[in-house]
């Protein structure tokens, strides 16, 4: 709606100014970005309007001081506006630096804050030293086409000396002129917006069918019903790859969460429930690789979630055989009494942390190989933080599968797991073995607090949150199988995400409850149950 | 061969273990003595659980008033004596941990609650025991117990002003509403208001969808990408209505900002966000979406500066696990509810709960918000300012705009 009343807004600036609004007056503008609300509105939309026919040197200046009121350095002071920058004031007019003291810096109100966005990313296009921050600009700009005037990006193009940036600056332009008089721009534009295929796509398309063309103009109706269409199958095929994603990235999660767990209550049969605090002792040395990093190498400080794996798995695994050796060892032929004495040992580790560290969420730096995501197609995106837990999840997945088939300590294990009397017999050392492998899964839960640490907030309880549907999936799975683990994980995480937008969160994780209720009642062994004697 | 065989080692280790975990773990442990010329008050807030974080910096907050108080004489002759308690964030646990300290600890008034859920289940514990029950959070409203002084704003004094805001022309001329909340009674009866609200100003039923998660619910990507997709239907401009509580608030902005969303093309309106909400985010993405709060850290006046210091000092002395630099609305309330109850005290000249009650018409205390709070005859809530926050890039809120005055609080909803 603000785009509306922004270009009318705007068109009124123009008419009213007409050719004047050539003259780019810096002294009324830097005043109206001081006169509160209503004159930073003024003062964009002067900008904005005079961008068109702006010097380059006018458009640098228009970046400084858009810039400067979306970071909150423009300082309004008895002496004017000033900006204030990390190496000093400086007047907001000229630019040259002024004794920078006093003053308030005005807060951008919402209205406010896309006007001033669009007006930097307009001025970044005209005046941006790199093709690459040109088409940064552009980019933004794109989805606020209409808001600039339309003759702005064929100015903007002629000044242009990347070819490539220069044709996509035409295509931007030539979708802002969806209600221009010219029927052949206005079809042209059409297909440039058909082409981009989301929802925002369909619907600005979609609303020209109750254009009055629509009826009178067969090559335009034809236009609109092709772009339609076309947006149509575009996005349906962009929400399939969406609710995909989505699952893949939930059963990363609930894999990570309970691949340790499978090894621990799958393979030994130890009711774990200290497994969630294995999982937040993984974030905190996480945490703590980070902030060693800080103080010894500032600038590797960006790869601390690549330098932990070996650290948290080394502690969190020695973690594990302590408890193995001091408390589990005991009381391997009491399975409930694992179960009180892990929840034992859940509740110190809990209370140890908030005692050491407090019950606030760590604060981690987010790198930017996991920040943000990118727009694959139409409405699919992938974000970057859930793509690494998903490819940290296979990776695990594949080293684990690994170790338990392909290695000497996983014959063993599964040696002992099938019979452990008879691997005692053959000179197998089964004391040894529990306590590789229980270090084994703690190790793996650590490992899953390192990749869980981009997403969930860590802190001290983060460890409960998983405990249920960790167990949940290994039972699921069939207890005593990684691939069964797996493929419960991909199962629940899908399924919970089919069902989610259409009868929400809530019923989501009751319905799913209720499925698997009803499969172990017709299969109780769970999806693979190992074959062979147990016990 | 030692003495010191298997059987031993273990029940020491066993002893020990046990007695280094018992203090811990035991959930409702009250530690409290009795000494002559204290009065005692009681502090409902979790250490542990998913609260833990937000709540429990309130225990410090009552003790730094009382400290206070007693720094200043104390009330009637006695000093105060805080309490404190952990129901572990389990809402069950708040009615049996509040009766246990009105009827064997004996508190003259109670502090705490976070979550509506929790407050409903101590209401009956202080209506039976009548007690009195200090809640210190903004909350749904269309409740008014005589035992239950509410500190903070009903919806008609906090939520809806900061909606009207966002509808107006100054705001963003918000059209249409997505309503993300927690699955309890605070999120639905809010959002029902709100519904009711809008169709009074003639909007239609189609321009709002509705989502409730589980508690402690982490996996919004699905519900970000239906908002995105409503954002972008026609209709005008979309605003995101956010009651989740608890750990799912930064879990919730994360999501937001990874796809990519901006406070421009949807702002956020976190009823239930505060600053320690945003620890651990890199708010530059986050940068102008908004809450609103009877109090922000930001809020000009001396008694801010001076409420500031005071907490800052008080986590320097005491170690508490929480940061000095940070103030939230509820600590604020909390903060003001102690030096209410001592001024009725006071003025009362009595501990008991008919009489301090019977003090709370005329009451007035100059609020770290910079207004001046009062409380009158016709029931028990407080008059607060209203604050709309703006998120900054330093993991704070900016005040984007703040009320006149303090509305008269209106404890019934008339929007359904």
């Not at chain 1, 340790?260 to 002792?281: K, R, S, Y």
């Not at chain 1, 009180?340 to 730096?365: C, E, K």
């Not at chain 2, 249409?176 to 809008?198: A, C, E, H």
């Not at chain 2, 009362?348 to 709370?360: I, K, L, N, T, Y």
Request: with cysteine; aromatic share 8%.
């Amino acid at each position: 709606m603000w785009r509306r009343s922004l270009l009318a807004g705007l068109l009124g600036a123009v008419v009213a100014c007409g050719p004047a609004a050539a003259a780019f007056d810096r002294a009324a503008i830097a005043a109206q970005a001081c006169g509160g609300a209503a004159g930073m509105t003024d003062a964009a939309n002067a900008m904005a309007a005079g961008l068109v026919d702006a010097s380059a040197d006018d458009a640098k200046w228009t970046v400084a001081l858009a810039g400067a009121a979306i970071d909150r350095g423009l300082k309004c002071g008895p002496g004017g506006a000033m900006i204030v920058r990390s190496e000093g004031a400086v007047n907001a007019v000229t630019l040259s630096p002024v004794d920078g003291g006093g003053g308030t810096s005005p807060l951008l109100s919402l209205k406010n804050r896309p006007l001033f966005e669009t007006v930097r990313a307009a001025a970044t296009l005209r005046s941006g030293a790199t093709a690459d921050e040109r088409g940064a600009a552009l980019a933004a700009l794109e989805r606020r086409a209409g808001s600039l005037p339309p003759e702005f990006f064929e100015k903007a193009a002629e000044t242009e000396a990347d070819a490539g940036l220069k044709a996509r600056i035409l295509g931007v332009g030539q979708a802002a002129l969806l209600n221009s008089p010219d029927m052949p721009k206005r079809i042209a534009a059409i297909e440039h917006i058909a082409a981009t295929s989301d929802r925002r796509a369909l619907t600005r398309v979609d609303g020209l069918k109750s254009d009055p063309a629509y009826r009178t103009d067969p090559a335009f109706r034809g236009a609109v019903d092709e772009g339609v269409a076309s947006i149509g199958r575009w996005l349906a095929l962009s929400n399939a790859l969406n609710v995909f994603y989505n699952g893949l990235s939930f059963a990363s999660i609930l894999f990570m969460a309970s691949a340790g767990l499978a090894i621990i209550f799958g393979l030994m049969g130890v009711i774990n429930l200290a497994q969630g605090e294995f999982i937040m002792i993984g974030a905190y040395v996480a945490y703590a690789v980070q902030e060693t990093l800080r103080a010894v190498a500032p600038s590797l400080i960006d790869w601390y979630l690549i330098a932990a794996i070996p650290v948290v798995f080394v502690v969190t695994a020695g973690i594990g055989v302590a408890v193995e050796a001091t408390i589990v060892r005991r009381l391997y032929t009491r399975p409930l009494m694992t179960l009180l004495a892990t929840w034992a040992v859940s509740l110190l580790l809990v209370n140890l942390m908030r005692v050491a560290v407090g019950t606030q969420n760590l604060q981690f730096v987010t790198p930017w190989y996991i920040s943000g995501g990118r727009l694959l197609m139409g409405d699919f995106i992938v974000t970057w933080n859930r793509l690494f837990a998903i490819v940290f999840a296979a990776v695990t997945l594949a080293l684990t599968w690994f170790v338990l088939k392909r290695t000497p300590l996983g014959l063993n294990i599964r040696a002992v797991t099938q019979n452990r009397a008879m691997a005692g017999c053959v000179g197998i050392a089964t004391r040894r073995v529990d306590m590789m492998a229980f270090g084994l899964g703690s190790g793996l839960a650590g490992l899953a607090g390192l990749a869980l640490c981009p997403i969930y907030n860590v802190n001290p309880q983060m460890g409960s949150n998983f405990i249920v549907d960790s167990f949940m999936v290994v039972v699921l799975g069939g207890v005593g199988t990684l691939a069964g683990t797996a493929i419960a994980s991909l199962g629940v995480g899908q399924i919970n995400v089919l069902i989610e937008p259409l009868y929400g969160a809530v019923a989501a994780k009751v319905i799913v409850l209720l499925m698997i209720i009803a499969f172990l009642q017709w299969r109780p062994e769970g999806l693979y149950a190992v074959k062979g004697r147990r016990k | 061969m030692s003495k010191f065989d298997r059987r031993t080692f273990l029940r020491t280790t066993g002893a020990a273990a046990a007695s280094a975990i018992l203090p811990l773990a035991a959930p409702p442990l009250i530690r409290s003595s009795r000494a002559a010329g204290t009065v005692k008050l009681g502090c409902l807030f979790s250490s542990s659980g998913t609260m833990a974080n937000l709540e429990g910096r309130m225990n410090f907050v009552a003790k730094m008033a009382a400290e206070e108080i007693n720094a200043a004489g104390g009330v009637n002759g006695s000093t105060i004596e805080v309490v404190t308690s952990d129901p572990a964030s389990d809402w069950p646990l708040y009615a049996q941990v509040g009766r246990q300290m009105l009827s064997e600890t004996k508190v003259a008034a109670l502090f705490g609650c976070w979550t509506s859920v929790s407050r409903k289940s101590v209401l009956p514990v202080v209506e039976q025991n009548n007690g009195l029950l200090f809640y210190p959070l903004h909350f749904e409203g269309d409740e008014n117990s005589k035992n239950v002084v509410y500190v903070n704003s009903p919806p008609a004094s906090s939520v809806l002003p900061a909606v009207d805001y966002l509808m107006s022309p100054d705001g963003v001329e918000a059209k249409r509403f997505f309503m993300v909340g927690s699955d309890y009674v605070w999120p639905r009866t809010i959002n029902k208001q709100l519904k009711g609200y809008w169709k009074t100003k003639g909007i239609e039923e189609s321009a709002w969808k509705e989502e409730y998660v589980p508690f402690s619910f982490s996996n919004f990507q699905t519900i970000v990408n239906q908002i995105r997709a409503f954002a972008d239907a026609p209709g005008g401009k979309l605003v995101v209505v956010l009651t989740v509580v608890g750990s799912s608030i930064p879990d919730f902005m994360r999501e937001f900002a990874n796809q990519g969303i901006s406070s421009s093309d949807v702002p956020v309106l976190g009823l239930d966000m505060v600053e320690a909400d945003l620890e651990g985010l890199d708010t530059q993405k986050l940068v102008g979406h908004l809450n609103c709060w009877a109090y922000l850290q930001q809020a000009k006046g001396e008694a801010n500066q001076k409420f500031l210091k005071s907490w800052a000092d008080y986590v320097g002395k005491t170690k508490a696990p929480f940061r000095p630099d940070v103030a939230i609305d509820p600590m604020v309330s909390t903060y003001d509810a102690v030096h209410l109850w001592a001024m009725a005290a006071k003025k009362a000249g009595s501990f008991d709960v008919p009489e301090v009650r019977q003090a709370f018409a005329g009451l007035s205390f100059d609020c770290p918000s910079g207004y001046k709070i009062g409380m009158t005859a016709e029931n028990n809530y407080v008059s607060r300012g209203v604050f709309i926050g703006s998120v900054n890039a330093s993991q704070g809120f900016d005040v984007l705009w703040q009320s006149e005055g303090t509305p008269k609080p209106v404890p019934m909803s008339q929007y359904g």
